[in-house]
């Protein structure tokens, strides 16, 4: 194996690698599932090069976050040594760019101003790539470990890390890069990249088992009228009188659409198509021809003669768009928020698998690779994957019976209803009562930041805890999180406690290498809260799929994000303990979607009084000796 890294395979690593180049030589798709910690990156990079240099193809790799790329960085410079091959990546223009930095641009409109700043060389930072050596631009990659290093480089050498990215990419085997990059600025990147050729790339997709909810981000758009008053404003300050004339029409077009949606029908699709038709179509069609002017236009203004992107009439443009999908499409739908008593139109993709298998087909052939597939039937069903063309290859997990006990506590639940002050009271008890028999660090993962903060509040009020405490919050940055969890991990000696959220930062896509968390409490069942955008996509998913819409919305994805917290622990080569506080994991319902490993490993009881360092002592094959 020329471009496997290791001296030695893990279990079952060898046989996955074979089977995964078996299936690209013959242009077969693969969902391949392996609980984290068995080397699922490695397996299947070593195995796609390895036929990419047999069959001159291409590798594009999407991650979900740019913390996961700088993993895949190092994973890939660690098969550069021991076979090189030229690989790059790329984070989001938006938050490379240093000649705009100071500003807020979303990635259409610094698109459009990046192209402009480079016609009319107002940006060093770009002229000075074209005068990068070969020597000096090696040296910038050699040094490039992660996000922060490689802008602090470009700084050093007063040059744009996006062009220093795509210039590094014209002769790459391998493209690293987020969904959302790929997805979002797929018009626009425009760069003459190996993946270019769909049909001679190989396409991986890490952490495959959210992508449908990548994809719903994505593609949701939301207007309220607000944004209408905002863009006419712009076209008035812009001296475009006539677009000032027919975007005050879009007014009452706006708040009657709203009220059929949210007052009369969210289902019917014919009453807003005659609704427009009553507008007239022609109109619509008139207004978008004429934005579409203003969507590649730099404006120049008369402050500072500074170049000005017409953001709002873009988003009018793009609402446009989306209402047009909407009448033509049944996987558009479309709802009304009202926040702080300012109504907003939402459009949502609620089945995004449509357009993204389309373009998955284009590829040469895709690995989707997951610790939590779920039952591949649902996945693939879901995913609209063609079964005579794709392959399921699971790995079994043995070894992680012999090493992680799970213990489901059936003495309590987080039921909506069931939340009080006594119920935050009781887990908060547990936690305590689990952190003090273990001299380790533990690892809670919340069903959501309203259960964490009321169980931190009743944790704190009744305790005097003196070990190290780090928690999870909903707009931390990037570094603030890298801070906080290399502060937990630095403390695995004595035993530090971690409040995060399952399906956060922390809890897929983070590594804890062995020791750094030796335990893990699970706390809840995160079902999605109730939602109109949920109950339309539900409702489609029994008008289409005929599956069980509870299933395949709510409880099969909560039981994934519980089990990608589990997996927090799987890479200790030490015993380990898992904590489910819930009973409705033991719930047959829930109970019979768990990986096998986990049913296996379970012992159900009652925490609520029990002596748990007895019951821990008890325990088979692992004690509270082993820890």
Not at 128 to 145: A, H, M, P
Not at 183 to 188: K, R
Not at 336 to 360: A, C, R
Not at 506 to 530: A, D, H, K, T, Y
């Amino acid at each position: 194996m020329s471009y496997f890294p290791y001296q030695y395979y893990r279990e079952g690593q060898l046989e996955s690698i074979e089977f995964i180049k078996s299936c690209l030589a013959n242009k077969q798709n693969l969902i391949f599932e392996a609980t984290s910690g068995f080397g699922k990156t490695v397996s299947v990079l070593s195995a796609s090069l390895e036929i990419a240099e047999k069959l001159n193809l291409s590798i594009l790799y999407l991650c979900r976050t740019k913390r996961e790329i700088e993993h895949i960085i190092c994973e890939a410079k660690k098969i550069q040594k021991r076979k090189y091959f030229p690989f790059s990546f790329l984070f989001p223009k938006n938050e490379l760019c240093l000649f705009y930095q100071t500003n807020n641009f979303d990635s259409f409109s610094l698109n459009i101003l990046c192209k402009y700043a480079s016609i009319t060389n107002l940006c060093y930072y770009k002229s000075n790539c074209y005068f990068l050596d070969q020597q000096t631009l090696s040296k910038v990659i050699f040094n490039t470990e992660n996000f922060e290093s490689l802008l602090s480089q470009a700084k050093i050498y007063r040059i744009c890390p996006y062009e220093l990215l795509k210039r590094l990419s014209f002769s790459s085997k391998l493209s690293i890069m987020t969904y959302n990059s790929f997805l979002q600025d797929l018009p626009f990147l425009n760069l003459n990249l190996p993946l270019q050729d769909y049909s001679k790339t190989i396409v991986i997709l890490d952490e495959s088992h959210n992508l449908l909810d990548i994809l719903s981000e994505i593609y949701t758009f939301k207007i309220k009228e607000k944004d209408i008053e905002q863009s006419i404003s712009e076209a008035q300050r812009l001296g475009l009188h006539k677009l000032v004339e027919w975007l005050s029409l879009l007014y009452p077009l706006f708040n009657r659409i709203c009220f059929i949606v949210d007052k009369i029908s969210a289902h019917d699709k014919s009453l807003i198509k005659n609704e427009l038709k009553s507008f007239n179509l022609d109109q619509i069609n008139d207004l978008q021809s004429m934005l579409s002017n203003c969507l590649g236009t730099v404006f120049i203004t008369s402050h500072k003669n500074l170049p000005y992107v017409a953001k709002n009439l873009i988003k009018i443009y793009t609402f446009l768009n989306y209402l047009l999908l909407y009448i033509n499409y049944p996987n558009i739908l479309l709802y009304v928020d009202i926040n702080y008593k300012e109504k907003m139109l939402v459009f949502t993709n609620v089945d995004p698998s449509i357009e993204f298998s389309f373009l998955l087909n284009k590829f040469w052939s895709f690995i989707m690779m997951s610790a939590t597939i779920g039952s591949p039937k649902i996945y693939s069903t879901i995913l609209k994957l063609d079964p005579t063309k794709t392959k399921y290859y699971s790995i079994d997990s043995q070894n992680l019976i012999k090493k992680i006990q799970v213990i489901i506590d059936t003495g309590l639940t987080t039921k909506y209803k069931e939340r009080t002050v006594d119920l935050f009271k009781k887990i908060a008890g547990r936690i305590y009562n689990i952190c003090t028999v273990l001299p380790v660090n533990v690892g809670v993962f919340f069903s959501s930041y309203k259960v964490l903060k009321e169980t931190e509040k009743a944790f704190f009020t009744a305790y005097d805890f003196k070990r190290p405490f780090f928690k999870e919050s909903s707009n931390m940055t990037l570094q603030e999180a890298d801070k906080i969890c290399s502060s937990f991990k630095s403390y695995k000696s004595e035993g530090a406690l971690l409040f995060a959220v399952q399906g956060g930062r922390f809890s897929e896509g983070e590594n804890f290498q062995e020791g750094e968390m030796r335990s893990v409490i699970v706390v809840g069942l995160s079902l999605p809260p109730p939602t109109k955008q949920l109950f339309l996509k539900m409702s489609y998913i029994k008008r289409t799929f005929s599956q069980n819409a509870f299933l395949i919305s709510m409880l099969e994805p909560a039981i994934k994000k519980a089990v990608q917290s589990i997996g927090r622990v799987t890479r200790n080569t030490s015993p380990s303990l898992v904590f489910l506080l819930d009973s409705r994991f033991a719930s047959k319902s829930v109970f019979e979607l768990l990986p096998e490993w986990i049913q296996k490993n379970a012992t159900c009881t009652n925490l609520n009084g029990n002596n748990l360092e007895k019951l821990l002592n008890n325990l088979s094959p692992i004690s509270l000796q082993d820890l």
